[in-house]
């Protein structure tokens, strides 16, 4: 059950240039969507997320894309640092209702390696 | 910064023992949640908790699973008679109230259990 997919299981990109990493979604019920930084033995850190009412959201180096007719989404770093060098989460949720808890459903994660 | 502190960080235990994993949420949340991630898999749901009762589980979360809030500060994960497939890095989040998913989640750091 595959519902968020993350294809590319590693990415490489030197410093200062612009690191794209992509997210699939196929459940249309996902109305919010996170990305999430993790480094080992550490727990997932939220840097990102974007409504499905929107097509780009911003924060400083960072900014998501949504494409929602193409279930697709990505997350662009830059100018990208060594310091971004982690496993980076896209993560989906949708609205059930006031009181349901909305759980995050993952990707597999894409390992990002920012080179000198 | 608040933060979501789990303990023990690491836990080894036998097969067939019980093993409770512990987290402190930040205070002032009100949706509790608890994650797996299998070496090399993607983080996977198991629960998610808020007024005192489970609003959510997945199909992972069998009879074996429990959860509870004991004193309003702690929220714990209690699995009765641990499997070798049970080993896993468990991290528990939380989140304050709004809409859907329009803050984002914290994560504690994460407890690793090891079935042996």
């Known amino acids: 059950d595959q519902q968020v997919k993350q294809n590319s299981p590693s990415l490489s990109v030197q410093e200062g240039r612009i690191s794209i990493l992509n997210c699939d979604y196929t459940n249309s019920m996902f109305d919010y969507f996170l990305w999430y930084k993790k480094y080992p033995a550490e727990g997932p850190t939220f840097l990102i997320s974007?409504?499905?009412?929107?097509d780009k959201n911003e924060d400083g180096r960072f900014t998501v894309f949504l494409n929602k007719s193409a279930k697709h989404l990505s997350l662009h770093i830059v100018p990208s640092q060594p310091g971004d060098s982690a496993v980076y989460f896209c993560?989906?949720?949708?609205?059930?209702?006031?009181?349901?808890?909305?759980?995050?459903?993952f990707g597999t994660g894409t390992r990002l390696q920012v080179t000198l | 910064e608040p933060e979501v502190t789990q303990t023990p960080s690491h836990q080894v235990t036998q097969m067939g023992q019980e093993v409770i994993l512990r987290c402190v949420p930040i205070s002032n949340h009100l949706y509790f949640y608890w994650y797996r991630q299998i070496l090399g898999q993607k983080v996977e749901f198991l629960v998610s908790?808020?007024?005192?009762?489970?609003?959510?589980k997945s199909e992972i979360f069998d009879d074996q699973f429990s959860v509870e809030r004991p004193d309003g500060s702690n929220f714990t994960l209690k699995i009765r008679s641990t499997k070798l497939e049970d080993s896993a890095m468990y991290f528990c989040?939380?989140?304050?109230?709004?809409?859907?998913?329009?803050?984002?989640?914290?994560f504690g750091s994460g407890t690793r259990l090891t079935v042996v």
């Open positions: 974007i409504s499905s009412i929107k």
């Open positions: 989040a939380s989140r304050p109230s709004g809409g859907g998913g329009s803050y984002g989640y914290t």
């Open positions: 908790f808020y007024n005192n009762e489970i609003s959510e």
């Open positions: 993560a989906a949720t949708g609205k059930k209702g006031v009181r349901t808890a909305s759980k995050l459903t």
